[in-house]
């Protein structure tokens, strides 16, 4: 094993991690509030404090109409193609594929949608299995979507690792035994996710690549047997120091903050 961190098993969620759907989110919940709860200020910013879990869910949590899941649905499809992969997504797939990992998707979205949504950005086969939270009893934050993609991959918890940028992934992961990583390059709340206390942090796809190893210097392993994250990466979200498990540099620190500023007016 590389740095104690390989993996046969990769389990990723979707939106976020794989994906920059966060625009086509926000129109989809914006037009179904509209449509179902009437004229005012949708509620995006809580929603978007609830991203990883099953839309539903979300709903009972926010208690809001059940009712909105149809336009939401509905919009979501209409906008798809406005949806991206992130940029070294596809790169590290492939390469993932090359090296014979089994990988999997553990989404917070109905699974015929997640297939749907991955079929037209021309990734879908690069997974073995995309599992929606529509087709396990209980979704994120509880295991049964983890435990699900390691029973199709014929893996256990020890040999897989979960990606996710929502409190939800990490949770859902750790109940599942899996090592839980956090990605930071998305739309995530960095606070909150790093409070979530990750085995592990990444700031680009392609540092998935190093933390299983074979792809340049790797992590020292810490106490609980897990690699540490790279030292002097970039945090995506701001000034995370007091969160971090790892310590970025000052001048990382003031140009993510920078860029996450920009991300922001570009969303506006």
Excluded at 46 to 64: A, K, Q, T, V
Excluded at 162 to 173: F, K, Q, R, T
Excluded at 197 to 222: K, M, N
Aim: net charge negative; charged share 25%.
């Amino acid at each position: 094993m590389a740095g104690g961190t390989y993996r046969q098993t990769v389990i990723f969620d979707l939106d976020g991690v794989l994906v920059d759907s966060f625009g086509v989110v926000r129109q989809a919940f914006t037009i179904a509030y509209a449509e179902v709860v009437g004229p005012g200020e949708p509620p995006f910013e809580e929603y978007n404090r609830h991203l990883g879990r099953y839309f539903p869910d979300i709903m009972r949590i926010m208690n809001l109409p059940l009712a909105m899941e149809e336009p939401f649905v509905r919009e979501s499809y209409r906008l798809a193609h406005e949806v991206v992969l992130f940029d070294g997504v596809e790169e590290m797939l492939r390469r993932l594929r090359v090296r014979g990992h089994g990988l999997a998707v553990a989404t917070g979205k109905a699974g015929p949608r997640a297939r749907h949504l991955l079929g037209e950005l021309g990734v879908l086969s690069l997974f073995d299995h995309v599992i929606g939270s529509d087709e396990i009893p209980r979704p994120k934050p509880a295991p049964d979507i983890v435990l699900r993609a390691l029973d199709l991959l014929g893996t256990g918890p020890a040999e897989a690792m979960m990606l996710g940028d929502a409190v939800a992934d990490i949770e859902s992961a750790r109940a599942a035994g899996v090592m839980a990583v956090a990605a930071l390059w998305g739309e995530t709340d960095g606070v909150e996710l790093l409070k979530a206390r990750p085995d592990a942090v990444l700031h680009r796809p392609a540092e998935l690549l190093v933390l299983l190893g074979g792809a340049g210097p790797q992590p020292a392993p810490t106490a609980c047997g897990c690699a540490a994250p790279p030292v002097d990466l970039p945090i995506a979200r701001g000034d995370l120091q007091a969160a971090s498990p790892t310590s970025a540099t000052a001048a990382h620190r003031a140009e993510s903050s920078a860029r996450a500023r920009l991300t922001r007016r570009q969303d506006a």
